[in-house]
């Protein structure tokens, strides 16, 4: 099992940029593939971005694509979720998450973070 902690998220207004950071713990953290998902009040969680345990692959949902960078240094065990030109429809509580491969269904994540709040005003 890995345990993940999220943190950086906050309040910004609509164009701005945050980043958001997920700490990993375990002793095979950096084997798995690490999402991002987000759910608005009243909505499902949805899939954000994810990528492959070295980073190389990655894979966004188009209502981020161009916008947001899903990134990880093993060597610290983190991985980050860039956001820039941010909307109010970003509104959300973002989540980290662990899988054996990167995949954007929520089914296939084993281990999830506590979340961050991001909020995006007008």
């Known amino acids: 099992q890995v345990q993940l902690v999220e943190s950086g998220g906050g309040l910004v207004q609509a164009g701005g940029s945050l980043r958001l950071s997920c700490a990993a713990s375990?002793?095979?953290?950096?084997?798995?593939?690490m999402g991002w998902f987000r759910q608005a009040p009243g909505k499902e969680r949805e899939f954000v971005a994810t990528?492959?345990?070295?980073?190389?692959?990655?894979y966004y949902a188009d209502s981020v694509r161009g916008r947001f960078t899903i990134s990880r240094d093993n060597a610290k065990n983190t991985v980050y979720l860039q956001m820039n030109s941010l909307k109010p429809e970003d509104t959300a509580v973002y989540y980290c998450?662990?899988?054996?491969?990167?995949?954007?269904?929520?089914?296939?994540?084993?281990?999830w973070g506590q979340g961050a709040q991001v909020t995006v005003s007008s």
């Open positions: 998450a662990a899988a054996l491969i990167a995949t954007s269904q929520l089914r296939d994540y084993s281990s």
């Open positions: 375990g002793r095979t953290s950096s084997t798995y593939a």
């Open positions: 990528t492959n345990w070295d980073g190389i692959s990655t």
